[in-house]
């Protein structure tokens, strides 16, 4: 059996991603692709036990590489139990943040340093990088006008503007570390331009995919 692809979907917080998602996996299921959404943190039971622990609003004495570990603890679990095994079984594997939102949350936004989370990371993926990445560029300011009326906002979301505009500056930085793989799109567009543009990027891999 040939594997699948692994996507990830990437951008601040208010960047539009669930609703793209939602959007473009409802198309490609009809278009009789096989395929398994996903999310981080969490993803598994035992990811998402740890997503508790990560985003609780009374969690403020957590360190800020005890967050990283925490991180990269939950990815490993999710990889392992749930990415791995759908990826060896042909699915179309579409995730909600991956690796590239620890390099910008912690690495930039908690100033850790991009390249010491990077070095957590790569020990908690074995080298399991997405084969496409689309990242939703957005204005932090906007992004969080957008989640202002949500009922449940988790630690991260109550964050300083400082700190979110420091996460949109590491996201820029990652895009360029990894420009092969990482796909920028305007997130200020409307939710069907965003949607849109998300299914080329993963048609075009897919495409690809198939044709060699």
């Given at each position: ?31 009789g692709y096989d395929v398994m959404y996903s999310r981080e943190p969490g993803g598994s039971d035992i990811a998402e036990q740890i997503r508790k622990v990560i985003l609780d609003v009374k969690n403020t004495a957590m360190d800020v590489r ?147």
């Amino acid at each position: 059996m040939r594997k699948g692809l692994f996507l990830t979907i990437e951008g601040c917080d208010g960047s539009g991603k669930t609703t793209a998602c939602t959007s473009v996996i409802e198309r490609l299921t009809q278009e009789g692709y096989d395929v398994m959404y996903s999310r981080e943190p969490g993803g598994s039971d035992i990811a998402e036990q740890i997503r508790k622990v990560i985003l609780d609003v009374k969690n403020t004495a957590m360190d800020v590489r005890t967050e990283a570990l925490l991180y990269a603890a939950s990815r490993r679990q999710h990889l392992i139990e749930k990415i791995i095994p759908a990826i060896n079984q042909g699915k179309i594997v579409i995730c909600d943040r991956f690796i590239d939102s620890s390099l910008a949350y912690q690495g930039y936004g908690r100033e850790i340093g991009i390249e010491d989370v990077l070095k957590i990371n790569q020990f908690s993926i074995e080298g399991y990088f997405p084969d496409l990445t689309i990242y939703y560029d957005i204005d932090p300011q906007s992004g969080l006008n957008r989640i202002a009326s949500r009922k449940n906002l988790d630690r991260l979301d109550v964050e300083s503007l400082n700190f979110h505009n420091r996460v949109h500056q590491g996201y820029q930085i990652v895009c360029q570390m990894f420009p092969d793989r990482i796909k920028v799109i305007d997130a200020s567009k409307s939710k069907q331009e965003v949607s849109e543009q998300t299914y080329q990027l993963i048609k075009e891999k897919i495409n690809s995919y198939e044709s060699r």
